[in-house]
């Protein structure tokens, strides 16, 4: 009986240490890569997520220029903040991963997060595909085809580890879309939050929403990039065409130090 109570209390002082581990190199990340004094290399890594031929197909003709708008959001979007003096972020596009990454729990609890997160960080070191600086952040994108038309996996993107995982379609048709969640799970490893209701996927009035004092308030005609979507009526919204129909509002560019709001 004393040696389990050893053991159990032996597991309990692990575990703590493990989540102060955690917590500091969280809160280290997010100063360190969210004080804009050096670009952010953002490194995103393809995944054939339903091995089809289709699919692999355009995951060997996708080139760095395929993700040159998210450069370019972030560029236009920081300066409408004044964060002018260093690009924000360098995108590189990693060789394809051939391994299938760890997924999410479902109705997860706090410590089945922290150990998934663990598990998708050594993972990902395990199946690092990519000869280069040290990403800042990486992005795991699991590609279908446009074919197999099943309702993807809600993408994540996860502040402790900078990591996010992507689920889009393996087409030119559908790279845009792609680039947008890209850019969202992206602030979400800076530190942003969603706003939008997770029950509806309805952005929320104000901060979910790209021009919250236009007149008539609807319909709007671009979206708050952690809004994730256009509002047509008070029941309805459009995923964007592209990052030029999105923009960062204040909020977010509050949480990922942008501006500082009163």
């Known amino acids: 009986m004393a040696v ?28 360190r890569t969210t004080d804009w004094n050096d670009t952010l290399w953002i490194v995103i890594y393809p995944i054939n997520a339903d091995e089809r031929a289709d699919t692999q197909v355009y995951l060997d003709v996708l080139q ?8 370019h959001f972030f560029v236009r979007e920081a300066e409408r903040y004044g964060v002018v003096d260093v690009k924000p972020v360098e995108v590189k596009l990693a060789p394809p991963v051939v391994a299938q990454p760890p997924k999410p729990p479902r109705n997860p609890s706090i410590l089945d997060s922290v150990i998934w997160s663990l598990s998708l960080r050594y993972w990902g ?44 379609f ?3 048709d559908y790279q845009a ?3 947008f ?19 509806t996927n309805q952005p929320i009035w104000p901060e979910g929403y790209a021009d919250p004092h236009q007149a008539p308030l609807l319909p709007q005609y671009r979206a708050e ?9 008070t029941s309805f919204s459009l995923i964007p065409n592209s990052l030029e129909q999105v923009v960062v509002g204040p909020e977010t560019a509050a949480e990922i130090n942008w501006i500082q709001l009163p």
């Open 177 to 179: 879309q792609n680039n």
């Open 125 to 168: 070191w395990k199946n690092d595909s990519w000869e280069g600086v040290d990403p800042d952040i990486k992005i795991y994108l699991r590609l279908f085809s446009p074919k197999n038309r099943q309702v993807l996996e809600h993408s994540l993107g996860l502040q402790k580890g900078m990591i996010g995982v992507v689920n889009g």
């Open 64 to 71: 760095p220029e395929h993700f040159e708008e998210i450069e």
């Open 225 to 233: 990039v952690m809004g994730g979507r256009v509002p047509q009526t």
């Open 4 to 31: 389990r109570s050893i053991w159990s209390k032996l597991r309990l002082f692990i575990l703590v240490l493990l989540l102060l581990v955690v917590s500091l190199n969280t809160y280290l990340s997010k100063v």
């Open 170 to 172: 393996a087409s030119i």
């Open 181 to 199: 969640v890209t850019v969202h799970e992206i602030l979400h490893t800076l530190g942003a939050s969603d706003k939008y209701r997770l029950e």
